[in-house]
T-cell receptor, first 117, second 114 residues
Framework: AQKITQTQPGMFVQEKEAVTLDCTYDTSDQSYGLFWYKQPSSGEMIFLIYQGSYDEQNATEGRYSLNFQKARKSANLVISASQLGDSAMYFCAMREESSTNAGKSTFGDGTTLTVKP | KAGVTQTPRYLIKTRGQQVTLSCSPISGHRSVSWYQQTPGQGLQFLFEYFSETQRNKGNFPGRFSGRQFSNSRSEMNVSTLELGDSALYLC?????????????FGPGTRLTVL
């Protein structure tokens, strides 16, 4: 069964430093997508970055990059130059192509990131 | 392009009542999925609609139902509310169900059942 594991319930980082949030996944599908979302205290889930299973290059979006290691089934999010506004809950998610998982994303339990001034 | 909108943003109901939540997807998106988020269970998939058809359903009782209209707007309904239904209900839209299709979320509806 598909599964996402985020082993860090909470993380602290100093402002302007980089931080890595861990995510490992399990799937038997060959075709899948990995996503990271940010959820501030307001509740809205904000899409950050996407990595496809067939993508050979790691995805980057501004200060966000995804360290994709397919053999290890890991998709860690790296946030560079942390800002106070980065304090939020971060979720790793996966979408698969199989019909039984149509339209569904599987989410990890999330990591609460706190940026210290 | 306008994002995903959800109404209402907040709801307070009592046990036994029923509730209807609404979601308008991003223009051009035909897939709408619903999720329930609680502190104890995290984010759980409820169901997904595409072109007015439910294509997938999560492991929730029949009290949870939904539908999609021809303009892709979607509603979900919860009947005979229980205290455990208190949660943030998130709607997400995407172009289709492919693994490459990003799901974009609305602000959510926070339901409190008393």
């Amino acid at each position: 069964a598909q599964k996402i594991t985020q082993t860090q319930p909470g993380m602290f980082v100093q402002e302007k430093e980089a931080v890595t949030l861990d995510c490992t996944y399990d799937t038997s599908d060959q075709s899948y997508g990995l996503f990271w979302y940010k959820q501030p205290s307001s509740g809205e889930m904000i899409f950050l970055i996407y990595q496809g299973s067939y993508d050979e290059q790691n995805a980057t979006e501004g200060r966000y990059s995804l360290n994709f290691q397919k053999a290890r089934k890991s998709a860690n999010l790296v946030i560079s130059a942390s800002q106070l506004g980065d304090s939020a809950m971060y979720f790793c998610a996966m979408r698969e192509e199989s019909s039984t998982n149509a339209g569904k994303s599987t989410f990890g339990d999330g990591t609460t990131l706190t940026v210290k001034p | 392009k306008a994002g995903v909108t959800q109404t209402p943003r907040y709801l307070i109901k009592t046990r036994g009542q029923q509730v209807t939540l609404s979601c308008s997807p991003i223009s051009g998106h035909r897939s709408v999925s619903w999720y329930q988020q609680t502190p104890g269970q995290g984010l759980q998939f409820l169901f997904e609609y595409f072109s007015e058809t439910q294509r997938n359903k999560g492991n929730f009782p029949g009290r949870f139902s939904g539908r999609q209209f021809s303009n892709s707007r979607s509603e979900m309904n919860v009947s005979t509310l229980e205290l455990g239904d208190s949660a943030l209900y998130l709607c997400a839209s995407s172009l289709d169900q492919l693994s490459t299709d990003t799901q974009y979320f609305g602000p959510g509806t926070r339901l409190t059942v008393l």
